[in-house]
Nanobody, 119 residues
Framework: QVQLVESGGGLVQPGGSLRLSCAASGFIFSSSIMKWYRQAPGKERELVAAISNGGTIRNYVDSVKGRFTISRDNTKNTVYLQMSSLKPEDTAVYYC????????????WGQGTQVTVSS
């Protein structure tokens, strides 16, 4: 049974930082492309960052380039999203996604973790 469990969300002031984690189980993590999506109220879910199975290829949506870093630890079956210089427009529910490709969404989703950027 595939499980993706996100953690690390919360309330942070503009300019602050958070690190999200997604612990995976039930599939071969080291063979899977992993992605982070987010969905803000009233908006469609968007792809934020993706990382190849070995961690050598990373893609980001333009709005987070230079501020967010995706990484993974295949020994811990965990993918991370380090978020810095956070802005109010980063406020959203962030979801971990497994499988698919860099351009195709994977079949497996976590439950999401809320990130709120506000003073």
């Amino acid at each position: 049974q595939v499980q993706l469990v996100e953690s690390g969300g919360g309330l942070v002031q503009p300019g602050g930082s958070l690190r999200l984690s997604c612990a995976a189980s039930g599939f071969i993590f080291s063979s899977s492309i992993m992605k982070w999506y987010r969905q803000a109220p009233g908006k469609e879910r968007e792809l934020v960052a993706a990382i190849s199975n070995g961690g050598t290829i990373r893609n980001y949506v333009d709005s987070v380039k230079g501020r967010f870093t995706i990484s993974r630890d295949n020994t811990k079956n965990t993918v991370y999203l380090q978020m810095s210089s956070l802005k109010p427009e980063d406020t959203a529910v962030y979801y971990c996604n497994a499988g698919g490709s860099f351009s195709v969404v994977g079949n497996y989703w976590g439950q999401g973790t809320q990130v709120t950027v506000s003073s």
